[in-house]
Antibody, heavy 119, light 111 residues
């Protein structure tokens, strides 16, 4: 079955850009939506955005100005860039298969990767 | 402040039935289906209920979901110690260009 694995720097300096990649194995990345979700320590889940393999995106309105997502079907990967980070962006970042549309769900999830924003 | 409203905590004793509520609005729960996720300590969330009341393969039938209007509920019957976890509801919100919204999460304690 499909498995997801997040990767990227665990430490990012304030004002810089956070970059993460999610590698999909066990299936093709094509023709699906792929989402990023984050969770600050001890807090709830926050959806960041999603990308379809055509490149179409939806972003959380509260983060839209700082988020860019991309997809590389040749590598079965999709990526997240979050610019101008602050300590408030410190969180565990998850990637997930988003079954799409407005009646979908997130399944499966990656194990998550902790990103700390600190100088 | 989460778009969907859940109680921060719930509790029950083994064997009991507990319910967790999730309140939204016409642009999210009122228009779209609701999903529930279970997050055990130190792990990634896992899909528990999708499309209001459907269980993925492997989820015990002790877990059930329902939706009415702009609210949804998760019920857990025959409560077990391994059910102690955080539970999150989620729905698509049709406002702006559309985006996913989550509840703030409910920490379930098995006494």
């Amino acid at each position: 079955q499909v498995q997801l694995q997040e990767s990227g720097p665990g430490l990012v300096k304030p004002s810089e850009t956070l970059s993460l990649t999610c590698t999909v194995s066990g299936g093709s990345i094509s023709s699906y939506y792929w989402s990023w979700i984050r969770q600050p320590a001890g807090k709830g889940l926050e959806w960041i955005g999603r990308i379809y393999t055509s490149g179409s995106t939806n972003y959380n309105p509260s983060l839209k100005s700082r988020v860019t997502m991309s997809v590389d079907t040749s590598k079965n990967q999709f990526s997240l860039k979050l610019s101008s980070v602050t300590a408030a962006d410190t969180a565990v970042y998850y990637c997930s298969l988003d079954s799409g549309g407005n009646g979908g769900w997130f399944d499966p999830w990656g194990q998550g990767t902790l990103v700390t924003v600190s100088s | 402040q989460s778009v969907l409203t859940q109680p921060p905590s719930a509790s029950g004793t083994p064997g009991q039935r507990v319910t967790i509520s999730c309140s939204g609005s016409s642009s999210n729960i009122g228009s779209n289906t609701v999903n529930w996720y279970q997050q055990l300590p130190g792990t990634a969330p896992k899909l528990l209920i999708y499309s209001n009341n459907q269980r993925p393969s492997g989820v015990p039938d002790r877990f059930s979901g329902s939706k009415s209007g702009t609210s949804a509920s998760l019920a857990i019957s025959g409560l077990q110690s391994e059910d102690e976890a955080d539970y999150y509801c989620a729905a698509w919100d049709d406002s702006l260009n559309g985006f996913w919204v989550f509840g703030g999460g409910t920490k379930l304690t098995v006494l």
